[in-house]
């Protein structure tokens, strides 16, 4: 069964089927793991191989496209009725002459939708320029759309049973860290602080169980905390070096990312001491401001207006939305935090504002996750904003 009421998943539909409308768009094809799932429930490890959900404006329900091994699984997450959900056979599998596009294809022909105005995810990691070459060569009469993050944008406001469960997120994010601080030590490998943070992860609270992160723990130790988006090696934790991590708490898929920076001995260098403080200070005011009705451009001004008497400069945008998501990204590639965005933030965004700072010599991150609230803001998790010692 899926995770949220069906009424929950048929006003998504109803409200994806309004921006399709808006868009020009008659059928709807979605390969986005995160996308599916928002749509259907749908919840497997399948991603690997070529699958959809198919949204039409003329079809109540929409329809799973899987490979045949992985239609119990659908049949098992979603509610879905049996008649949509659609199997292929396996020898479409990596097949040199047959393709899961040619699948979906026929059946689209056999909806009467080969003639439609199809909208593709053009820009999303499991929509191959393959993918796209077939459907467009099985569908010769069909008109394709560019429908790239159509249903990423619909998915930006959350309900409340998703605030539920970002909530819980935010309760197992506590646990991930209190876990790395408590096993980052002096003289231990990286790979077992690594281990025991997954553990955390995976586990959970007594109440509700943990889950695989889109991204895995991010580690920087030493040298490089010059740099984001490294892992970790067997190399051993150093005295009087800084460990930057990008960790997140996981429920059902549904993420509170939290980045912290352990300095491990009684006195960080000077300059990340100051980083820090800039950093910090910035954060809490640009905190301060952020509320419904003002827009993205406007929090990202807000944080260089909180920084400009230092010498600290951020390229990189300052956050961006996040919800429900699969590898390789917790990310919705909706909302960012920089000029030019000038989305209006609303009450039940959520939003991950990480004002990492990078140098040659030292690095700092640490970051807020915040639900839009009537008046404000609120954290999903309580944890201090703070460089950490040991």
Same mark, same amino acid.
């Given at each position: 069964?899926?995770?949220?009421?069906?009424?929950?998943?048929?006003?998504?539909?109803?409200?994806?089927?309004?921006?399709?409308?808006?868009?020009?768009?008659?059928?709807?094809?979605?390969?986005?793991?995160?996308?599916?799932?928002?749509?259907?429930?749908?919840?497997?490890?399948?991603?690997?191989?070529?699958?959809?959900?198919?949204?039409?404006?003329?079809?109540?329900?929409?329809?799973?496209?899987?490979?045949?091994?992985?239609?119990?699984?659908?049949?098992?997450?979603? +509610?879905?009725?049996?008649?949509?959900?659609?199997?292929?056979?396996?020898?479409?599998?990596?097949?040199?002459?047959?393709?899961?596009?040619?699948?979906?294809?026929?059946?689209?022909?056999?909806?009467?939708?080969?003639?439609?105005?199809?909208?593709?995810?053009?820009?999303?990691?499991?929509?191959?320029?393959?993918?796209?070459?077939?459907?467009?060569?099985?569908?010769?009469?069909?008109? +394709?759309?560019?429908?790239?993050?159509?249903?990423?944008?619909?998915?930006?406001?959350?309900?409340?049973?998703?605030?539920?469960?970002?909530?819980?997120?935010?309760?197992?994010?506590?646990?991930?860290?209190?876990?790395?601080?408590?096993?980052?030590?002096?003289?231990?490998?990286?790979?077992?602080?690594?281990?025991?943070?997954?553990?955390?992860?995976?586990?959970?609270?007594?109440? +509700?169980?943990?889950?695989?992160?889109?991204?895995?723990?991010?580690?920087?130790?030493?040298?490089?905390?010059?740099?984001?988006?490294?892992?970790?090696?067997?190399?051993?934790?150093?005295?009087?070096?800084?460990?930057?991590?990008?960790?997140?708490?996981?429920?059902?898929?549904?993420?509170?990312?939290?980045?912290?920076?352990?300095?491990?001995?009684?006195?960080?260098?000077?300059?990340?001491?100051?980083?820090?403080?800039?950093?910090?200070?910035?954060?809490?005011?640009?905190?301060?401001?952020?509320?419904?009705?003002?827009?993205?451009?406007?929090?990202?001004?807000?944080?260089?207006?909180?920084?400009?008497?230092?010498?600290?400069?951020?390229?990189?945008?300052?956050?961006?939305?996040?919800?429900?998501?699969?590898?390789?990204?917790?990310?919705?590639?909706?909302?960012?935090?920089?000029?030019?965005?000038?989305?209006?933030?609303?009450?039940?965004?959520?939003?991950?504002?990480?004002?990492?700072?990078?140098?040659?010599?030292?690095?700092?991150?640490?970051?807020?996750?915040?639900?839009?609230?009537?008046?404000?803001?609120?954290?999903?998790?309580?944890?201090?904003?703070?460089?950490?010692?040991?």
């Amino acid at each position: 069964m899926p995770v949220f009421d069906v009424s929950e998943y048929k006003e998504r539909i109803r409200r994806t089927k309004e921006s399709m409308q808006e868009r020009g768009v008659d059928v709807l094809v979605v390969s986005q793991p995160a996308n599916m799932n928002y749509l259907t429930g749908y919840d497997g490890w399948s991603f690997y191989v070529h699958q959809a959900v198919v949204v039409a404006l003329d079809q109540e329900e929409p329809m799973w496209l899987g490979r045949g091994m992985d239609a119990n699984g659908a049949r098992l997450t979603t +509610f879905l009725s049996q008649d949509n959900i659609l199997e292929y056979a396996d020898d479409y599998v990596q097949s040199l002459t047959k393709h899961p596009m040619h699948f979906i294809a026929d059946v689209l022909k056999e909806k009467g939708w080969d003639r439609k105005r199809v909208g593709v995810e053009m820009d999303q990691f499991y929509f191959t320029h393959r993918n796209y070459v077939e459907l467009e060569k099985s569908l010769p009469n069909a008109t +394709f759309v560019d429908a790239n993050a159509l249903v990423n944008w619909v998915r930006v406001v959350k309900s409340e049973a998703e605030i539920t469960f970002l909530q819980r997120a935010g309760k197992i994010a506590e646990r991930v860290v209190d876990t790395a601080v408590r096993e980052i030590n002096v003289g231990v490998r990286e790979c077992d602080a690594a281990a025991e943070i997954a553990r955390a992860q995976y586990r959970g609270t007594e109440e +509700f169980a943990g889950d695989y992160p889109a991204i895995v723990p991010l580690m920087m130790a030493g040298e490089a905390t010059s740099t984001p988006h490294l892992t970790w090696t067997e190399r051993k934790y150093e005295a009087d070096e800084a460990v930057l991590l990008e960790l997140s708490g996981v429920y059902r898929h549904y993420h509170a990312p939290i980045a912290r920076t352990i300095f491990l001995g009684s006195e960080p260098p000077k300059l990340m001491r100051e980083t820090a403080d800039v950093v910090l200070e910035g954060l809490e005011k640009t905190l301060e401001f952020v509320k419904p009705g003002v827009t993205a451009e406007q929090v990202e001004e807000a944080w260089r207006k909180a920084i400009a008497h230092s010498t600290v400069v951020k390229e990189s945008r300052l956050g961006y939305s996040i919800g429900v998501n699969y590898p390789p990204d917790w990310g919705e590639q909706t909302i960012s935090l920089r000029p030019g965005d000038k989305t209006v933030i609303t009450e039940n965004m959520v939003l991950h504002l990480i004002p990492g700072i990078w140098y040659k010599e030292v690095g700092f991150e640490v970051d807020a996750t915040i639900r839009i609230t009537p008046s404000g803001n609120e954290s999903l998790y309580e944890y201090p904003i703070e460089l950490i010692t040991k």
